[in-house]
């Protein structure tokens, strides 16, 4: 038996505040004394204390647990004094936990031990019988070194997500058209709440800035804006990209991924077009936002969560709800608020705003100077806008790319030939040929996006691909 000193309160101990630190503290020894006395001591000033009396378990319990640092013996074969079991077990913990710091322990230590063990990666280092103190102190040290590997992951994660989503951040939130006054109200008075909000509107009516105007206006500003396009997530991939996976989970898990939720702690993720979910994704969307919590692929860990959720849709949803094919809890669990957004052609008032701004923005990044007629606005303003700001948008780029003589006049923008179209009616009641007409036009306003027109039909891709080939349509709608 080893003897372990514990004098009286340590300096560490009585400086201590009496809440205790998070986290998880694994103790791996075959010395029942050992163990029992580090965990009566360590359990005053951790919150969990997880121990193991053999490293053979160990990689299953890392899988399950979050362990913040291992104390863990160096020998464990009868006789056996070199360390070497240590240094090994200590080396898989790094492979399977990188941010777990592992604290070696042993009866037969000495100095050249020590500096190997530092040297193959452990944050520190005890020789038995230890105090009190010193046991103390070092666990402590290991857990805080544990915590700031685990926020330079986390850091370096909502970096990447960020970056990703740095070419929207520029984009304004304009709106002061009467019929907008409600939807500016209700952004005023969510955003000081964590409440879910369920926006609804067409495609290209600016339900991703409102969500951003949202977070922008909350406590969570500073935090993590995370855009999930759930119609462009693979089925199969649902679980992986929204709750993260481990290394080796599936064949294509070459490494340790972080998913949408957890990039999103402490700050928002928006679910854009919630509507195309499949019914046994909804499932597991509602298990996660009922828990708070999430399990990655190919781990038992549950990672608790902090993150505010808003969501869009195009989709009629209660249409779909009342048809069984959105679920009626979900449904209730996204949408706290609502909030409609009216399309372009009901907020006229803001197409002269937004047609400044997107004009000085192309002007400028394609180092163009450029007048405008004074016959076009009157025009823009008759125009239904079908695509709404998007198309407003594009519309207004590709004009001032076309430009050659440095004014722009209604036909830069092809506006008649889109509002024949529009108007056309479909004079035959062949349901063949209205299908064909829906589906062309589709294609069209969808700017030859097929997956954008497919959700628009309410169909899924590849039964588009069959019906544009069943009625001779190119990917142009021709």
Not at 322 to 350: A, C, H, M, N
Not at 373 to 402: C, M, T
Request: glycine share 6%; proline share 3%; with cysteine.
């Amino acid at each position: 038996m080893v003897l372990v000193r514990v004098k009286g309160k340590c300096n560490l101990c009585a400086n201590l505040s009496m809440k205790k630190y998070p986290g998880i503290i694994l103790i791996v020894d075959d010395d029942d004394h050992v163990v029992i006395t580090s965990r009566m001591i360590l359990k005053q000033y951790f919150e969990n204390i997880e121990s193991l009396n053999s490293p053979k378990t160990l990689e299953t319990r890392l899988r399950q647990l979050d362990v913040d640092v291992v104390l863990l013996d160096m020998n464990f074969k009868a006789g056996v004094t070199s360390g070497n079991e240590g240094i090994f077990w200590m080396n898989q913990i790094r492979h399977l936990s990188p941010h777990t710091q592992v604290v070696l322990q042993t009866a037969y230590g000495d100095i050249e031990l020590a500096v190997k063990s530092i040297k193959e990666g452990a944050v520190d280092f005890l020789a038995k019988p230890w105090d009190k103190e010193k046991l103390v102190t070092t666990v402590v040290n290991a857990w805080q070194q544990a915590q700031a590997r685990k926020e330079n992951r986390d850091l370096k994660s909502k970096q990447r997500a960020l970056q990703d989503h740095l070419n929207h951040d520029n984009r304004p939130f304009i709106a002061s058209a009467p019929s907008m006054i409600s939807v500016l109200n209700d952004v005023e008075q969510v955003a000081a709440t964590d409440a879910s909000v369920l926006i609804l509107g067409e495609n290209g009516t600016g339900k991703e800035l409102v969500a951003r105007a949202i977070h922008q206006k909350s406590k969570r500003a500073h935090e993590p804006f995370i855009i999930v396009d759930l119609g462009a997530i693979p089925h199969n991939l649902f679980e992986s990209e929204m709750f993260g996976h481990e290394k080796g989970s599936f064949t294509d898990a070459k490494e340790t991924r972080i998913g949408k939720f957890e990039l999103a702690n402490k700050g928002t993720l928006f679910l854009d077009e919630i509507g195309n979910l499949a019914p046994d994704l909804q499932i597991k969307l509602l298990s996660v936002l009922q828990s708070k919590s999430i399990t990655k692929v190919g781990s038992n860990k549950i990672v608790d969560l902090d993150v505010r959720v808003i969501c869009a849709t195009n989709a009629p949803i209660y249409d779909l709800v009342k048809s069984g094919s959105f679920r009626q809890d979900l449904f209730y669990r996204i949408k706290t608020i609502e909030i409609s957004l009216p399309p372009l052609r009901g907020r006229l008032e803001d197409i002269p705003t937004l047609f400044n701004h997107y004009l000085d923005h192309y002007s400028k990044r394609y180092n163009k100077s450029i007048e405008v007629d004074s016959f076009l606005l009157p025009e823009l303003l008759k125009y239904r806008w079908p695509g709404n700001i998007r198309e407003l948008q594009h519309a207004i780029e590709r004009a001032v790319i076309l430009c050659r003589d440095g004014a722009l006049n209604v036909s830069d923008f092809q506006l008649m030939n889109s509002m024949d179209e529009e108007s056309n009616e479909i004079n035959s009641l062949n349901l063949s040929d209205v299908e064909r007409e829906v589906i062309r036009k589709a294609i069209i306003k969808s700017g030859n996006n097929l997956t954008k027109a497919a959700d628009e039909l309410g169909i899924g891709r590849t039964t588009l691909y069959r019906k544009m080939d069943e009625y001779g349509l190119s990917e142009h709608g021709k």
